[in-house]
């Protein structure tokens, strides 16, 4: 049992990258690069041709990530402002992640997307940053005109973050753009929680499901409530941008880094205007663009390495028993009672603190899990209490030595293993991104090509680890682990014809009357719990039959 414990905490708890299942599982590596290429899809957005897309060009001064190192090499900015500029201007956004395209319009209304400014409590500007930002807006209309009538209170700069962050940012050295120096435009906070508050809600929501007893179905409403609380905070965001770039107006989106929130905002608008990126490989090509290249930190946020505090071995103040007696109460024992629960916040919330450590995320798979792992966890830790009284037990496994914790008091007596502290840099970030995802797919179901099965795929990989694509923070880290060359891309793998025959959406294009729109309003009164995302579904049972919208999956 030692041994099994041991190797639970190596398996989880891997000191590099290299070490996940990506660099391991058998297949041939790369495919990434066939689906996205950051020029032909800027192009085929307009960029560099026509009316619309004569105003921006690409421009090359990352190459070698030296104007920011989360950015990728080639980025498009308006055509009026030179390299020079933009080395200034990213001098005035945290981790130099300046306002940048993400998205071009038909009608020359465009996304851009960037980090927060660094002006601090004694209101800092750049007049760089404040040039790139009117040229950006000015954008769309023809060179020497007069601007709009409209267009300073319809262009928008959107800080995701609730006002109170944003202010409280500059304590720090950054904050918001104040609106004295930004001409043509308003300012809109969405009051978008960040990556703590996020996981809280998550681990609430695995708690309820996990819980037992007559309260489980109170816990679990007000957990999903809260959960679905968020998600309509980030649609209602969604919605502004959308009905903006939609009426001609020009969007601005950051964050406090902009590789969290600001991915979700931009890419879901993207999803709503533009029919490509509602098929199969639009959608990777969304995904490759606004997630991988612009620097989504998908090893942080998924935890993917994993943490030796995870793993901590609490030794109680109760009467020692011998090893004969731990392992006949096996049976007895196979529910661990309170006393055998780690000792920590995220134990006491959870309440399966230690198959929360096994999984590494404390995210739905816990659940999947837990039948297997609650008895393995209690024999374990009555063998280790028993073990422990031998002065010996440490010299032969030292790995358990740095995760003992000296007793508390009587209430937590017993030994076990959990999660001694939360990481405080994993989040459902992008795990909220597939639940919005899922949101305007069933109110849109004959608008996407791909289906519900479809979006668990991609879920279960995000937590896998089996594919590169979800691997590494930004594009330099990817470029120096070589994993277009070392791993494979899901992309070739989801999109394989068998695969993407089951993903498909039977429905779609059946209302072509309503296709032709194109454009799609969130609507942030219809919202459903994820039932078949919370299940766990695990796509290795083939024998599971396909979810629909109108089967139990899709209810609420």
């Not at 398996?11 to 032909?40: H, N, T």
């Amino acid at each position: 049992l030692y041994d099994v414990f041991v190797t639970m905490k190596q398996r989880a708890c891997v000191a590099s990258v290299k070490q996940l299942w990506a660099f391991a599982c058998p297949g041939s590596p790369g495919g990434g690069a066939s689906v996205y290429d950051a020029r032909a899809e800027y192009a085929r957005m307009g960029v560099g041709h026509g009316d619309v897309g004569r105003h921006w060009r690409f421009s090359e001064a990352n190459r070698g990530f030296g104007l920011c190192a989360t950015y990728p090499p080639v980025l498009v900015v308006p055509a009026r402002i030179s390299d020079t500029t933009l080395t200034y201007a990213a001098r005035h956004r945290s981790k130099g992640r300046l306002p940048v395209l993400s998205y071009l319009h038909g009608n020359g209304a465009s996304i851009t997307r960037s980090s927060q400014p660094m002006v601090g409590l004694k209101q800092a500007r750049s007049v760089q940053d404040e040039k790139l930002i009117e040229a950006i807006l000015a954008s769309s209309e023809p060179q020497g005109t007069a601007p709009r009538f409209n267009a300073q209170r319809s262009n928008i700069i959107i800080d995701a973050r609730p006002t109170t962050n944003a202010v409280v940012n500059r304590a720090v050295g950054a904050g918001s753009e104040n609106m004295d120096h930004y001409k043509r435009c308003r300012k809109v906070y969405l009051g978008i929680d960040n990556i703590h508050v996020m996981r809280d809600a998550l681990d609430r929501l695995v708690a309820a499901l996990q819980a037992g007893g007559d309260r489980r179905a109170t816990q679990l409403q007000s957990a999903q409530t809260r959960w679905l609380g968020h998600i309509e905070n980030i649609l209602v965001g969604v919605r502004t941008i959308v009905e903006a770039v939609h009426q001609g107006n020009h969007v601005v989106v950051h964050c406090s880094d902009g590789w969290d929130r600001t991915a979700q905002l931009t890419s879901l608008a993207q999803l709503c205007l533009d029919p490509f990126y509602r098929t199969m490989r639009g959608f990777a090509v969304l995904v490759e663009k606004e997630w991988v290249s612009f620097g989504h930190q998908f090893t942080l946020r998924c935890g993917h390495l994993g943490h030796p505090a995870r793993f901590t071995v609490t030794r109680a103040a109760r009467p020692k028993r011998d090893a004969a007696d731990a392992s006949d109460n096996d049976d007895a024992s196979s529910i661990p009672d309170e006393g055998e629960r780690a000792i920590t916040p995220s134990a006491n919330a959870d309440g399966d603190a230690g198959l929360d450590a096994l999984l590494q995320t404390g995210s739905m798979f816990g659940r999947f899990a837990s039948r297997a792992f609650r008895g393995v966890q209690s024999r374990i830790s009555s063998a280790i209490q028993a073990a422990t009284d031998d002065e010996s037990f440490y010299n032969e496994y030292p790995e358990l030595q740095t995760s003992y914790v000296a007793p508390g008091n009587a209430k937590s007596a017993g030994f076990s293993i959990g999660r001694s502290k939360p990481d405080h840099e994993t989040s459902p970030v992008f795990h909220q991104f597939l639940d919005c995802v899922y949101q305007l797919w069933v109110q849109n179901p004959t608008m996407f090509e791909f289906g519900e099965r479809f979006l668990l795929d991609l879920f279960y990989q995000l937590h896998a680890a089996q594919f590169g694509t979800f691997v590494a923070n930004n594009m330099r880290e990817r470029q120096g682990l070589d994993l277009a060359a070392a791993t494979r891309s899901v992309w070739p793998w989801i999109l394989a014809p068998a695969r993407h025959e089951r993903c498909a959406n039977p429905l779609f294009g059946a209302d072509k009357g309503r296709r032709s729109a194109s454009v799609l309003v969130p609507d942030t009164q219809f919202l459903r719990y994820w039932t078949a995302l919370f299940e766990c579904y695990d796509p290795a049972f083939a024998d599971r039959p396909a979810a629909t919208a109108d089967d139990g999956g899709a209810a609420a």
